[in-house]
Nanobody, 123 residues
């Protein structure tokens, strides 16, 4: 059974940092990433990493502030979020895809999703 278990969300002041973790079990994946969804908005691509090459992708709104990394041995992907802004407030979802078609920003690329973890950035 495939599971994606997220952790690390919480409340932080603007300018602060948080690190999200997503531990995958049940199989390995071609790509793992993070999306976020704020109330009343569509789900937005944040970051992704291809497992074989290690190549990373970042959304324009988080470049220079967020990084994505992995621990192959633990089958875990991390999202380090620095210089957080109130507009980063959202539910953050881990996602994993078994194949990769080139559309890392598209939700349909990902076959499995975590339950979500809430991030709130106060001003």
């Amino acid at each position: 059974q495939v599971q994606l278990v997220e952790s690390g969300g919480g409340l932080v002041q603007a300018g602060g940092s948080l690190r999200l973790s997503c531990a995958a079990s049940g199989r390995t994946f071609s790509i793992m990433g993070w999306f976020r969804q704020a109330p009343g908005k569509e789900r937005e691509f944040v970051a992704a990493k291809r497992w074989s090459s290690g190549y990373t992708y970042l959304g324009d709104s988080v470049k220079g502030r967020f990084t994505i990394s992995r621990d192959n041995a633990k089958n875990t992907v991390y999202l380090q979020m620095n210089s957080l802004k109130p507009e980063d407030t959202a539910d953050y979802y881990c996602a994993a895809g078994t194949g990769y078609s080139g559309n890392y920003y598209y939700t349909g690329t990902y076959d499995y999703w975590g339950q979500g973890t809430q991030v709130t950035v106060s001003s």
